[in-house]
């Protein structure tokens, strides 16, 4: 069953279009790939889909929901988490803090419960380092719980950010050009983490990206998009081999 | 990256100390002074929460601390209403002023944010407090009198009495807000500071938790308008308008505007600097212009204010003296300190 169904989308700024009639659909469970060249419109597609702002044409629907006109905080809550190409933590926060944050928004509790220190604030701050800890130790990042996220460095940042994700405890996970900025084996690292995070937190997840490595890896089912189109789907097998790919994507990275 | 709680305690109790005992042994003037910096410290307090927490610019705190204080002034001396029933409803208009304030503020930042909010104290200064256009609020040109209270039949009329009650109230405020800072609030608020896109995709309803920074802020605001109010036992425009705003704003600046140890220092600071200029040859006029003096040197040589500065300063001294290489480098970003 599809999980995420993306049915003719098309999204216009000033007049030239980042997105023209594009449909696709992720099922649940499976990690879905979207890639292209640069300026594809992958970041633009994961904006819409996130909340950031909505198509101008076409649907998206998460399960039976039409997410149009739902904020980002909304769609966050009904388990749709993402992460950043250009990293957004909040920089000038721990790690353990960063993480701790989408509990937070999780939490029922106003001000009062915490300026007056009431048990259930105790509780649930306690619940949330908890959550927290738990996450870092899961992904290997324990070492770094009290560090400033600001000052760490990328690859460790996209591990963060991805952790911070997961602590909203998701059903669907975009993740956006997770291996930009990592070298060979860091990805292979990444690519081998998140098949380790889909089996044991049983989500589904979509990646985009334009580094053909760590989507042929992970990925299941692949969409390529170019110039707002997409132009191929199917298994990494089949996309490596069709024509139209090769011609728009791999034979810009070739030459 | 916290100073380590104990000498942080210490520090605390001390500070109380100081500011118990050296009232006592000043003169009478000098602590109706004394309150007067009880009060501003909150009003401190109220900017610390607004942009040190949020990152929000207010130029208007003192039109939300007009606000209590002439809500206090038409209930108690206007409507003869007790000063205990009296501070909670102005407490409370503030904040939901604050709030007004806070939903064009949601849309701007930086520059535009500053300029809605001088107009809000300008609206203030030259329409709201000005005595012919609600008599019944401003007090027309006969200015409220709202006398002192008492507290469980003791009469706050004393000048140290009434300083005591003064920075229980600011400690008490101090207290919750501390308390805000280091629960949830203090966390989501600091990351809508950082990346509200983040903040929003991680489920926290951004619009809602910066009206709620404007409301606390200028609930606050608004408390330190009602102490006010009696600590002069008048009520005048000209201690609200606009200048007071910017003056408080740039004292918060100088001492830290993320820390709450600021609010202290900066309400002593705003209230005994213009006196102690007196007794030098200089006079309380030059307060304004050595504030600017000050206020740029620090954005130039440590933009997180004095006390972040000098916490920091301490901190790698300390860990020099015991050999500690894994310290980070003094530039990286500083979480908080106090």
Redesign the interface.
């Known amino acids: 069953m599809a999980l995420l169904t993306v049915d003719r989308v098309s999204k216009r700024f000033g007049g030239v279009f980042a997105l023209q009639d594009v449909s696709f659909e992720v099922r649940e469970g499976e990690i879905a790939g979207l890639i292209g060249p640069n300026g594809a419109g992958k970041t633009t597609m994961f904006n819409i889909v996130s909340g950031v702002f909505d198509p101008d044409d076409g649907t998206v629907r998460y399960g039976d929901h039409d997410l149009h006109g739902m904020r980002p905080h909304r769609r966050a809550r009904m388990g749709i988490a993402r992460t950043f190409q250009n990293l957004q933590l909040f920089g000038r926060m721990t790690v353990l803090e960063n993480l701790m944050v989408p509990v937070d928004a999780a939490s029922q509790r106003g001000m009062l419960a915490d300026a007056l220190r009431l048990p259930v604030a105790r509780f649930e701050e306690h619940r949330a380092e908890e959550r927290a800890r738990a996450m870092l130790h899961f992904l290997g990042l324990s070492d770094v719980a009290d560090s400033v996220a600001g000052a760490l460095s990328v690859g460790i940042q996209r591990r963060v950010e991805l952790a911070r994700a997961l602590c909203l405890r998701p059903r669907l996970l975009l993740l956006d050009e997770p291996a930009a900025g990592l070298d060979v084996r860091e990805t292979a690292d990444l690519a081998a983490t998140l098949v380790r995070v889909r089996d044991r937190f049983d989500l589904t997840m979509l990646l985009v990206d334009h580094d053909m490595a760590l989507v042929m890896r992970t990925c299941e089912h692949i969409y390529v998009l170019d110039f707002g189109r997409v132009i191929a789907e199917g298994p990494p097998e089949q996309i490596r081999q069709d024509p139209s790919v090769i011609a728009a994507y791999l034979g810009e990275a070739a030459a | 990256?916290n100073i380590a709680a104990r000498p942080r305690r210490t520090l605390v109790g001390a500070g109380i100390a100081v500011a118990l005992i050296i009232p006592a042994l000043l003169s009478p003037f000098d602590q109706d002074e004394a309150a007067l910096a009880a009060i501003t410290a909150m009003l401190v307090v109220s900017v610390v929460v607004l942009s040190g927490y949020v990152g929000q610019i207010s130029f208007c705190q003192f039109s939300f601390a007009a606000i209590g204080a002439f809500t206090t002034g038409a209930l108690v001396d206007g409507q003869g209403w007790s000063f205990w029933l009296a501070m909670p409803v102005g407490v409370v208009a503030a904040a939901a002023v604050g709030v007004l304030v806070g939903i064009p503020a949601l849309r701007l930042t930086g520059l535009l944010l500053s300029v809605l909010t001088v107009a809000v104290a300008l609206f203030f200064d030259r329409f709201v407090l000005a005595t012919d256009t609600l008599p019944a609020f401003s007090g027309g040109s006969l200015q409220w009198h709202p006398h002192k209270p008492s507290l469980f039949g003791v009469q706050l009329t004393g000048e140290y009495g009434f300083y005591l009650f003064t920075f229980a109230m600011f400690l008490l405020v101090v207290l919750?807000?501390w308390?805000?800072r280091s629960?949830?609030?203090?966390?989501?608020l600091?990351?809508v500071?950082?990346?509200e896109?983040?903040?929003?995709?991680?489920?926290?309803?951004?619009t809602a938790w910066k009206l709620?920074a404007f409301g606390?802020s200028a609930g606050i605001a608004g408390l330190a308008g009602c102490l006010l109010a009696v600590a002069n036992e008048s009520v005048s425009a000209g201690s609200y308008d606009f200048l007071h705003s910017v003056q408080l704003l740039a004292i918060a600046t100088v001492w830290g505007v993320g820390v709450l140890t600021a609010a202290a220092l900066g309400g002593a600071f705003f209230v005994y600097g213009p006196e102690l200029l007196a007794k030098t040859p200089l006079s309380a006029k030059w307060f304004s212009l050595i504030l600017g003096a000050v206020l740029v040197a620090q954005l130039v040589y440590s933009p997180d204010g004095i006390i972040p500065k000098v916490a920091e300063d301490i901190r790698h001294a300390l860990h020099r003296r015991r050999g500690d290489a894994s310290m980070?480098p003094a530039d990286?970003?500083?979480?908080e300190v106090a």
């Open positions: 990256m919750l807000v308390n805000l629960g949830k609030a203090g966390r989501v600091r990351a500071r950082d990346s896109l983040a903040a929003a995709t991680m489920g926290l309803n951004v709620a606390l980070p990286a970003p500083v979480v």
